[in-house]
């Protein structure tokens, strides 16, 4: 049976394909990536504005080594496959990060994985530490220990997390426009692409 999802371009992904664990399935281009990351509101919209899967992604790319910083921002590529899902949701379905793997191996172009044990656990590390970051200046409630609840230490205080806003380009506040995160995430894929 084929599951077609037509990606913004009209390009036809059948999600039943077999991957091939060598070379991405389907020919993705960088700017349909960065169209749908851009639309995908992070938190599943909990957040105090909108905050899209593309600046969450050029976050991570700044977050993690620059050897991986390719990998950092394509991390959720799989989501214009999956949408984002939260972390929660993952955890109570563990089948839905089976899916999230196929669909990055359907999708995913050449030094976009984190391949060695060393490249996930940077990439792992970014994101949490990207999730921290954005817990604390996006969510109205502060609900959790999110920094405890991640696993992270030392805890970031709000000037560290503002300095390291400023280093990365971001400026003080995270929240971008759509076109101006879309924009944000291209520029940082030349920035980075071999």
């Not at 913004?8 to 960065?34: E, H, M, R, W």
């Not at 990998?71 to 949408?83: F, Y």
């Not at 696993?151 to 380009?169: A, N, Q, V």
């Amino acid at each position: 049976m084929k599951t077609p999802t037509v990606l913004f371009d009209g390009q036809v992904v059948d999600l039943s394909v077999v991957p091939d664990p060598v070379a991405p399935t389907y020919d993705v281009n960088v700017g349909v990536i960065a169209e749908s990351l851009s639309k995908q509101c992070r938190f599943n919209g909990h957040c105090k504005g909108f905050y899209s899967v593309a600046e969450h992604s050029v976050l991570v790319s700044h977050l993690i080594d620059p050897e991986y910083a390719l990998a950092g921002l394509m991390h959720d590529v799989h989501e214009i496959l999956t949408g984002d899902i939260p972390t929660p949701v993952k955890s109570v379905v563990p089948q839905i990060k089976l899916f999230e793997e196929r669909a990055d191996l359907l999708v995913s172009g050449p030094g976009w994985w984190a391949k060695t044990c060393k490249a996930r656990r940077q990439l792992h590390r970014a994101d949490r530490l990207a999730l921290c970051i954005e817990y604390e200046l996006l969510m109205a409630a502060q609900a959790l220990d999110i920094w405890d609840h991640c696993g992270m230490s030392p805890r970031w205080t709000r000037r560290e997390i503002e300095s390291k806003l400023r280093e990365c380009g971001f400026g003080l506040e995270l929240g971008r426009e759509r076109e101006d995160a879309k924009a944000l995430f291209l520029a940082r894929y030349e920035e980075l692409a071999p």
